[in-house]
């Protein structure tokens, strides 16, 4: 017999009387005695609002802008419909719409001119490049706004690794000693957290000496504490111009997306170093992962939803496949049930509309 809440479910079957053909269609034959009905609280929309468990709101959201030079200029990267490389004064203006749409922060990225690449990444300790202009524009402008930093040496180096490459292979300590002043180059131009990218062994404790000795102890660290070597960069990679100079790949320092156990050990040494914020990147395929890591940890805890999710749900929605709207607003949604403190997006100023809009 079955057993449903602890009672027969023929037990829970009200008898009915004979009714007539009109009756017996505008009702059911049977009526099931619930005491319990979930459907209740989703009946309506005021109802589902009522009983989130999870909330999405424009304070969630930071808006990753590449950058290229020149000036009054928009360049659509091909691989990420939607989304272009940006002259700094076009990068202002996108910071003074993120003001107006509340998105709290900022991350830069920069397309360096090929002739400006070289074996060391030299470009990045540059204190007039492309970032640090931007940085210092941008916080003209809009003084409130967060500009977070990427730091790694990929989008500088003539062969597309985020480290210094000797005989084949990416070294580690002198890699730090760079990222170290890179970092520093960033803080100086205006950057109010710091976003070590590139999986080096111990550059997150380097950094945050540096920069207490430099007296910017009020600069933030944002690690990519747990980033894996996943196909889900490519687009990334097309806008940063990378994709065209990387020889190999980067399983020798990003992690292995087989593992798990490791991710918490890769976090732990990034909190004991000095990190604020921890990331996990890719999102959306490692969400057990920020589960796990908040869990963890209860530190605050972000996500990026890289370059290849948000290329196939846009490749989708033009498609006709799915409806965009919908998957964007449920894809962030997700990174938040997961435990996710903010969200790196290239949806972020749609969604920002989007919410402002129905709020």
Not at 151 to 176: C, F, K, M, Q, W
Request: glycine share 6%; proline share 6%.
């Amino acid at each position: 017999m079955a057993i449903k809440y602890g009672r027969p479910i023929e037990a829970r079957l009200a008898p009915v009387e004979a009714k007539t053909e009109p009756e017996a269609r505008a009702k059911p034959a049977t009526r099931l005695d619930l005491t319990t009905r979930p459907r209740r609280n989703r009946k309506a929309h005021w109802a589902r609002r009522l009983v989130a468990e999870n909330v999405l709101t424009t304070a969630d959201l930071i808006w990753p802008l590449f950058l290229v030079d020149g000036t009054s200029t928009r360049v659509p990267v091909d691989s990420m419909p939607g989304v272009e490389r940006l002259s700094v004064d076009e990068a202002v203006r996108d910071a003074e719409r993120a003001a107006k749409l509340a998105i709290p922060c900022l991350a830069l990225f920069p397309y360096t001119n090929p002739k400006l690449r070289d074996e060391d990444g030299g470009e990045a300790l540059n204190p007039d490049n492309l970032v640090c202009r931007a940085i210092r524009a941008i916080k003209q402008a809009v003084p409130d706004i967060g500009v977070l930093c990427d730091v790694a040496l990929d989008p500088y180096t003539s062969h597309g690794h985020d480290g210094l490459l000797r005989n084949g292979a990416i070294i580690n300590d002198e890699t730090v000693e760079v990222l170290v002043k890179q970092a520093l180059v960033e803080a100086e131009a205006g950057c109010d957290i710091i976003a070590p990218s590139d999986m080096m062994d111990g550059r997150v404790g380097a950094i945050r000496a540096a920069l207490d000795q430099a007296d910017f102890t009020d600069v933030s660290i944002m690690a990519y504490a747990a980033k894996y070597a996943s196909a889900f960069y490519g687009p990334f990679r097309d806008a940063v111009g990378s994709s065209a100079t990387l020889t190999g790949d980067k399983r020798t320092y990003q992690m292995d997306p087989a593992n798990s156990d490791e991710a918490l050990r890769e976090v732990e040494l990034d909190i004991l170093e000095g990190a604020d914020m921890v990331m996990v990147k890719p999102g959306m395929p490692y969400l057990d992962i920020l589960r796990r890591v908040k869990d963890a940890f209860g530190v605050p805890t972000f996500a990026y939803q890289v370059s290849g999710e948000y290329a196939m749900i846009m490749a989708a929605a033009q498609n006709g496949w799915l409806d965009g709207e919908k998957a964007m607003m449920e894809s962030l949604i997700a990174f938040k049930r997961a435990g996710a403190a903010g969200v790196l997006s290239y949806f972020a100023p749609r969604v920002a509309e989007k919410l402002k809009k129905n709020s």
